[in-house]
C-alpha cells in the first residue's frame, strides 16, 4: 500500500496510444507532478511526452483537479481519490526534450503498481 493518495488520471484520446491505449489509469503521489511522473514509470513514452525534460508540463497540455485549473501547476497537493485530467488544447510538444530514463537490469526495478 503506498503511503501516497491514489488518483485516477483522464488520458485524452491524442496521448491513448502511450498508456496501452486506457483512457484512464490510477497513481499515486503528494503531487499532480509525482503522479504523472508515477505514470510516466510505467509507461516511459508517456512521461516522454508528457513531462518535459525541465519538469515542466508539455505545450499544448492542461492539467485539472476535479474539474478545476491547477493553480500551483504540478507542484499542486493531492488528496486521496481525487480525479486529474489531462486535457490537450494544442499541439503537444516540449521546447527541452525529456531525459532518458534510466536502463535497468532485469530485477533491478521496482515494482510499480497503478491499481489496475
Not at 5 to 29: F, Q
Not at 63 to 71: A, D, E, I, M
Not at 80 to 102: D, H, K
Request: with cysteine; hydrophobic share 45%; glycine share 12%.
Amino acid at each position: 500500500m503506498s503511503e501516497y493518495p491514489v488518483l485516477s488520471v483522464h488520458i485524452p484520446p491524442v496521448l491513448k496510444p502511450l498508456t496501452g491505449g486506457r483512457d484512464e489509469v490510477t497513481a499515486s503521489g503528494a503531487t499532480v507532478g509525482e503522479v504523472l511522473q508515477a505514470v510516466g514509470r510505467v509507461w516511459p513514452a508517456f512521461s516522454g511526452r508528457v513531462l518535459c525534460g525541465d519538469g515542466s508540463l508539455a505545450a499544448g497540455l492542461s492539467v485539472y483537479r476535479n474539474g478545476t485549473p491547477l493553480v500551483q501547476g504540478l507542484a499542486t497537493p493531492v488528496e486521496p481519490e481525487e480525479v486529474l485530467s489531462l486535457v490537450a488544447t494544442g499541439e503537444v510538444s516540449c521546447s527541452v526534450p525529456a531525459r532518458p530514463l534510466p536502463v535497468f537490469a532485469a530485477g533491478d526495478a521496482a515494482v510499480i503498481s497503478l491499481g489496475e
